[in-house]
Every structure is written in C-alpha cells, then in structure tokens.
C-alpha cells in the first residue's frame, strides 16, 4: 500500500513475483458465465478510449474516489486465472504510484499477488459466480514501507456486471495516518499549530506547542491576551503590540520572541498567525503556528562570534576591508585570483552562468589560518538566486570561523548540516563541499567531502581521483557521518578541487566528464598557467547548463 490518500488494495505492489499469486487461487472458483462472456486471456486492451471497454473508462472517468473495472481472464481449463483491470477512475492509485489509466491493462495477481487466496480473493470469485454484489467486512492489509510495516484497512465493495466487476473502495485510517504524519511533520519541523476561539474563550494548542513552550500538559495552554506574560521582559512590549492587532483587527502578524522554559531554558520562538472577523470586523477567531527557531538563532549567534573573533585581530581599516571583500565573494566570487598560501600556490576560476541577481550557488574559500596552515573549500548550493547566495554566505562565513576557533573539519561539516536542516528557509536546503586543511610542517592535507565529486591529482603526469571518505551532502539527514582522508603533497604535484558545472554536459554520464577532466589536466600539465588550459578546453559557454568553481592547487 501506499501512504497517499485512497490506494488499490490488491497487494504489497509490483515486482514481488508475477506467479506467485497464480498459482494459489485459480481453479477453486468455476466460471458460470457462457463461454461467449469470458474474455480470452491475453495483452492488456489498450488505454485511453480505445478497445472493447472504452465506454466503461468514459464513465469512469466521471467518477470519484477509487474505481475499477475488472475483466475475468479463463485459464485452459476455463476457470477463472486471474482479473485484469480494463478500466480506472481519475483517482485510483496503486503502490507504485501509477494512477488511473496508468493501472489499465494490470493483472491483479502478477501486479498484486498478496490478495492470492485471501478473503477479498474469494469475494471477487464469489460476485462473479453468483452475480451478487459483495461487500466484505473492512479489509485488512499488511504493507511494506520502506522497511517499516503497516496494516491498512479497506472498505471494499464489488458490483457484478455481464462482462466482469466493478470495484470501488475507500481507506478507512487515512484520517489516522494523515494525523500521525502532521504530528511527525510537526515535530521534525519543530512548530505547532494553535487556535483561539475568542467569543468562548477557548484555547486549543497541538502537543508540539507544549514542547516548545516547555509546560506541562496539565496546565491547558495559554490565552493568546497572556502570551506576552510568558516572554522575556525586554521582548514582552512589542509581542503585546502584535497581540493586540490580532485581537483588536485580525490582522496577521509574524512575530520572533524569546522565553524561559519551566526548566530555565531560553528559546527563541517564532509566532504567525492571523484573525477571522465576524460580518462586523471584529476577531472572533485566531489561527496560527509557534516554530521553535532555537538552534537557528544559536547558529547565526555562533557564525557572527566566530567572524568577531577573526576579525578583532585586525586594525578597524583591515577590519572594513576584509568585509567588503568578503560581501563581494559572497555575492559574486572574483572570476580568477592567484593566491600563495602556507608554501602552496592556489589558482582560483570562478564562471558563472548568468550574471546579476540569478547568480548559482558555487562557491570557495581559500585563507591562510592563525597557526599557518590554510584552508581551502570549494562548494555548491542547489538553486539559483538571492537565496542560493545566502545558504553559500552562512556556510562559508560559519565554516570559515570555525576553522578558525580549531574546530575540526569533520565537526564542521556536521554543523553545517545541521544550520541547514534548522534554517526557516528550506527552498536552498541542501549542499555539497569539500573541505581541506594544508599543514606545511608536515605536507599533509587534510580532507572532508559531503556528497560532491572527487578532487582530481595529478603526479609526475599520471591522474588519479581520490577515493572519497564517507559523507553525505549537507541538509540531507539528521544523522550524517563525516569521515576525514589524508594525503601527502609531493612537489609538482598538481589537485583539482571543482564543482560538477565543469564535468556534466547535457546527454551524457558523469564517467564521460570525469574521464575527459582527467585527459585535458594532463595534457594541460606542461602549460605556465594549468588552470588556463583545462579552462580553454572545458569551458565552452555555449555547452554549459551550471556555474563553474575550480580551484588549482600546486606545490
């Protein structure tokens, strides 16, 4: 079964053994109907009003919820082998996914072959023998999703006709289902929802909003009037101002304050909401949401401590400097720079694919750290846009003061993970990176990657990809595992960090651009300037559909 809505109740779903099924149940149920009715068993009648039921499918076309119409097919010894659906409405939806039309032409026992034998089985046998209707008591059915099971249940009724058997039916947990996924929703988003009945003076509050606000059940939740009671003394005035326009007009608010958990904790809490006014204007109704925004204001607090702590071992004028290099890179990185970083040289090729405001997401840094080894990260934003460039700004500034502090590179990218899964703006929610870390002492190079393709070294002109030690890309899942890779820096040595713009071309594999990377670094070993010939062969403008970041490192 399926999680969405009203779903057929045939089987766990395709792809379980077409033949299973048909061998369980054929045979114990005659045929009663004269030869001339049996439809020959066969290839699936064709869909979309064509073939022997094109009249059934325009009427159920017409329909709602869930209905099929399903033709008997006879075995050689004319008992009935199996049913296949002829016709769909609109809205009847199998495991799989497939809808309406998409299910005409299935078998039920090769596409579902859990219903072998049970009840629901010897129903339909039963409605066709007889010619009366059946309706079971609600059916049961044990699924699968991915990996965790699930019992439905389903009411099912089945209408006989000359040629086969209509069948209708409706979930009946669904509202069950549909609660327990917005308590989940609820809890991963970390809001909930409450509503004010102002002319009774009702409050109703989902369980998260207790959670958020740290109060115990028991206590009922708090009037909208004494919500500014329960925030901080400095944030109390202006949560009073909002409230009073939601009581006094209805108008919407989206409101950030902070409180005090029972527990002394402080959070930082967002509320939106808005008014339903009677036929006078005046509120008689407020619905909205609370969304605990706590990990994301300590985020932000750790990202601007980390830039004050870099920034303070500067004078005021180096200070403002580096800022508005900084607002420029993160804007819009210089198309090419050269940089000469703990014994290091490093070449830097920014190409973007549109100019302006719809500028990409790709990214890099490259800065020399207190204790003299440097930093070097290149990374990739999903989407476009302003807010492409702020996900790039907050992983760069945060990443870049965290190596700073000491903190290790697979600690940072497990922080960034997680700013990224705790951002109110989910639209750029994910991101891939590699991170390294270049110790001169030692000519060692320290790496991490979270889901972004492998730098590409070139020794003594043979090119090798590195393997890639174990990490998924940012924003993905609450529990990454960010493994860390070392690699010793010979002279002459040249790697490759880029992002995918410069390896995907339209209509063809990722292997091809890998290999073609590969061909061109080395045939571009001998150049003065490395970069300008791999640039000069991958770079065509005309063939792009991605920016393009690539960073050279030689020794």
Not at 174 to 203: F, H, I, K, P, Y
Not at 249 to 260: I, K, M, N, P, Y
Not at 366 to 395: C, F, K, N, R, Y
Request: include cysteine; hydrophobic fraction near 40%.
């Amino acid at each position: 079964m399926t999680d969405r809505g009203d779903v057929a109740v045939f089987g766990p779903g395709p792809g379980d053994g077409s033949d299973a099924g048909r061998a369980s149940s054929p045979g114990r149920y005659p045929q009663q109907r004269p030869a001339s009715a049996r439809p020959a068993s066969g290839p699936p009648a064709a869909c979309g009003g064509e073939g022997p039921h094109a009249a059934v499918q325009e009427v159920l076309d017409g329909l709602p919820g869930s209905v099929t119409f399903l033709v008997p097919e006879t075995g050689p010894d004319g008992r009935v082998a199996d049913f296949r659906i002829a016709a769909a409405s609109p809205e009847a939806t199998d495991v799989a996914g497939r809808r309406g039309r998409e299910l005409v032409g299935l078998r039920i026992l090769e596409a579902y072959p859990g219903v072998a034998g049970s009840e629901l089985w010897r129903g339909y046998l039963d409605a066709l023998a007889t010619g009366v209707r059946y309706e079971g008591e609600p059916f049961e059915y044990a699924e699968e999703s991915e990996g965790v099971p699930r019992l439905s249940r389903f009411a099912v009724r089945a209408a006989p006709s000359s040629q086969g058997l209509t069948v209708s039916w409706v979930r009946l947990d669904s509202g069950e289902r549909d609660r327990r996924r917005l308590t989940v929703m609820q809890r991963l988003a970390q809001l909930g929802w409450a509503d004010w009945e102002l002319t009774r003076n009702e409050t109703t509050w989902s369980e998260q909003v207790y959670t958020i606000f740290g109060r115990a059940r028991r206590l009922g939740p708090v009037a909208l009037a004494d919500l500014p009671r329960h925030a901080l003394a400095e944030d109390a005035p202006a949560l009073e101002a909002a409230v009073r326009r939601l009581l006094g007009t209805g108008e919407a608010v989206d409101h950030a304050f902070r409180l005090t958990t029972p527990d002394g904790q402080v959070r930082h809490v967002r509320i939106v909401a808005e008014g339903e006014t009677d036929a006078h204007g005046t509120p008689v109704e407020v619905h909205g949401f609370f969304q605990d925004r706590t990990a994301v204001a300590h985020a932000e607090q750790q990202l601007l401590e980390h830039e004050r702590t870099a920034l303070a071992q500067r004078s005021q004028l180096a200070a403002e400097r580096e800022l508005a290099a900084d607002l420029q890179h993160a804007l819009l990185p210089l198309p090419e720079q050269s940089l000469r970083l703990a014994g290091l040289t490093v070449d830097v090729a920014y190409h973007p694919l549109q100019e302006g405001l719809n500028v990409g997401g790709d990214w890099y840094s490259a800065i020399e750290l207190p204790d003299g080894s440097a930093l070097l990260v290149i990374g990739d934003v999903a989407g476009h846009g302003l807010g492409a460039v702020a996900t790039m700004a907050q992983l760069r500034f945060t990443a870049k003061g965290m190596a700073v502090t000491g903190s290790s590179l697979p600690t940072i990218l497990a922080r960034l993970n997680a700013l990224l899964l705790h951002s109110s703006d989910r639209s750029f929610g994910t991101a891939t990176m590699i991170m390294a870390r270049y110790h001169p002492a030692t000519s060692t190079l320290d790496w991490v990657q979270a889901g972004h393709p492998p730098p590409l070294l070139l020794r003594d002109g043979t090119p090798r990809y590195l393997p890639a030690p174990g990490g998924i890309l940012l924003g993905a899942t609450n529990t990454p595992d960010y493994a860390q890779s070392t690699l010793r820096l010979l002279p002459g040595d040249h790697l490759l960090l880029y992002t995918d713009g410069l390896v995907e071309f339209p209509g063809e594999s990722l292997d091809r651009g890998l290999d073609r990377l590969a061909r061109v670094a080395t045939e571009s070993a001998g150049r003065e300037r490395f970069l300008d010939g791999v640039q000069d062969a991958l770079v065509a403008p005309q063939q792009r559909r991605d920016d393009i970041c690539v960073l050279h490192i030689a020794r």
